[in-house]
């Protein structure tokens, strides 16, 4: 964010979110070249500071129309996206082949398909050493409240599978199992229980979507995977033991300073050529 854009922004807001970026940017050889996905109107990195090459899965034309009509985005400069990561061309290839001390991506993994198929992509172009920031939101704090973390079992399953979309059963899931957050909700005491809470869709709505989606193959926007710090750990530590990735995970980190309650950090650190 720019000085420019922080200007409608209160004093403590500014420096919460500059606080959250430093600590995530701490962990991270920040000297060397980095990549960050998906960065929309809230990036990580700081084009001013760092040397960061941006890319997204739709063009610039697209995040600035989305952007236009987000409340979220006013007051912000959505920067400049270097590449696109085309859906079914590699990563290496959209980036040209430029290789990276680190990576960042903020709240994009739950919406992926495919999540151990998208980190290998990301790792095939970080170097050995080096490391991917990964946010996520943590299923105790937010609208996944009610869903089960996703598995080992369905990791491994979607990386063979390889869904380029997200698939019926991931929208299905989705719609008939999270719940309306308006922002109000005290996670501080359990919710009452999911039959008596607000819903965003029906069961018929959801059911109607997920034929929608296999049928036409359309793609719909959804929290294809939940999330705990510990399921997460756990998982991906697991997926490591079986060479199924090459880099080692460490966090959870949550609490930092600017990190609200509903996010956690993890990193995964590669370790050999192979990603």
Request: hydrophobic share 40%; proline share 8%.
């Amino acid at each position: 964010m720019t000085a420019t854009a922080t200007q409608a922004f209160p004093q403590w807001f500014v420096e919460a979110e500059e606080g959250r970026r430093a600590f995530i940017m701490s962990h991270l050889p920040a000297h060397l070249p980095g990549l960050e996905i998906a960065p929309y109107f809230h990036p990580v990195s700081d084009r001013s500071k760092h040397d960061v090459f941006y890319v997204d899965c739709i063009d610039n034309d697209e995040i600035q129309r989305k952007a236009a009509v987000n409340p979220g985005s006013v007051g912000r400069e959505v920067p400049w996206i270097d590449a696109v990561w085309v859906p079914g061309k590699r990563l290496s290839k959209c980036v040209d082949g430029r290789r990276f001390g680190y990576a960042i991506a903020s709240h994009v993994l739950e919406h992926v398909p495919n999540p151990l198929g998208w980190l290998q992509e990301i790792l095939e172009c970080v170097e050995v050493g080096g490391r991917v920031a990964i946010l996520l939101p943590h299923k105790h704090y937010t609208m996944d409240y009610y869903r089960a973390p996703t598995t080992f079992a369905q990791v491994v399953g979607w990386s063979i599978e390889k869904p380029s979309r997200p698939t019926a059963t991931q929208v299905m899931d989705f719609l008939s199992q999270s719940f309306f957050d308006d922002g109000t909700v005290s996670f501080a005491t359990p919710l009452p229980p999911f039959e008596q809470a607000r819903r965003h869709y029906s069961d018929r709505q959801a059911v109607d979507f997920a034929r929608h989606v296999h049928g036409t193959d359309s793609y719909l926007d959804v929290h294809c995977t939940v999330w705990t710090p510990e399921s997460f750990v756990e998982i991906f530590q697991r997926i490591r033991r079986v060479g199924l990735i090459d880099a080692e995970v460490s966090g959870p980190h949550t609490g930092f300073k600017g990190s609200p309650q509903a996010e956690f950090l993890v990193y995964l650190e590669k370790t050999s050529p192979a990603a």
